[in-house]
């Protein structure tokens, strides 16, 4: 059943509103993983100012509905 496990892990990426298209990185990403990016000790410093980023975080913040940001 490996694959199955994996396949869903891939579905719940692709449908899940948890997860977003990152224009910064061309990708799938989390929300989560997105807002965690942006804190000024990671190892990420292109996550930090990025203006998708920060709206996706105002919108965790406020609890507002998930959008793609297109």
């Not at 892990?9 to 997860?19: G, H, Q």
Request: proline share 4%.
């Amino acid at each position: 059943m490996p694959v199955l496990s994996g396949w869903m892990k891939t579905e719940k990426m692709i449908v899940s509103p948890d997860y977003f298209f990152c224009r910064k990185f061309e990708c799938r990403m989390s929300r989560v993983a997105c807002v965690m990016r942006q804190d000024k000790f990671t190892r990420f410093p292109e996550c930090q100012g990025c203006i998708q980023g920060q709206r996706i975080k105002k919108e965790m913040d406020d609890g507002h509905d998930h959008d793609e940001h297109k």
